[in-house]
């Protein structure tokens, strides 16, 4: 089609059909990037919900089971099978960064007190009715699942590393200069070839 219009030397309709297309490309592929997450979190969620069942039925919790943080020297964590295979960790665990189950695993081998043991409960009882929240959030994070990455360090140091800086300010100049010198590019080939007819006659 653009091709034709070029035949026809209307500049107004090359324009029209020219950014046409090219909007027309671009829904299609932010289209297709929707799809592509939407069919990736709910494939996500099924995962999360197979795994559910699965603890119910006594198989092993796909989330890690805390076995490296077994203890023998530990008071209680190994008689009372706080750490390991079908342990209560294993059965607690939904986290999938680094931080949050060294922070789960904490919680585990801290004694409490009992008004921290009731206060535990009462949270416990207000997520209750939100499982399908849970599960909710459980799919948006499982693709971090078995990542040993500390994201809170990782992001640290990448903000803090000169080269970002550079590579920031870079951006910043060329977010705004870019699209100004592909308008005038794409201005230029029309123009170009025009104003050399012209100067012919």
């Known amino acids: ?16 059909c020219f950014f046409a297309l090219l909007f027309l490309f671009a829904y299609l592929v932010r289209r297709q990037s929707q799809l592509e997450l939407q069919k990736n979190y709910f494939e996500a969620y099924l995962k999360v919900l197979a795994n559910e069942q699965n603890i119910i039925d006594g198989k092993a919790n796909m989330y890690a089971n805390g076995e490296n943080f077994e203890d023998g020297n530990h008071p209680y ?15 607690l665990n939904r986290s999938t960064t680094k931080q949050a189950i060294d922070l789960l ?16 409960q009462e949270a416990s009882k207000e997520l209750e009715s939100e ?14 699942l078995n990542h040993k990455l ?3 360090t990782f992001l640290s140091n990448y903000f803090q590393d000169g080269n970002f800086s550079f590579g920031n300010a870079f951006m910043r100049i060329y977010v705004k200069v870019g699209p100004v010198l592909f308008v005038l590019a794409l201005v230029g080939s029309f123009l170009f070839p025009n104003l050399q007819r012209l100067q012919r006659y």
């Open 77 to 91: 964590s190994s008689d009372m099978d706080v750490f390991g295979v079908y342990s209560l960790f294993a059965q």
């Open 131 to 144: 499982s399908e929240w849970i599960w909710d959030f459980q799919a948006k994070l499982l693709a971090n």
């Open 105 to 120: 695993a904490s919680w585990l081998n801290a004694p409490l007190d009992k008004e921290q043991i009731q206060r535990n």
């Open 150 to 152: 500390d994201i809170k």
């Open 1 to 16: 089609m653009l091709f034709y219009t070029f035949q026809l030397e209307s500049l107004p309709l090359v324009f029209f």
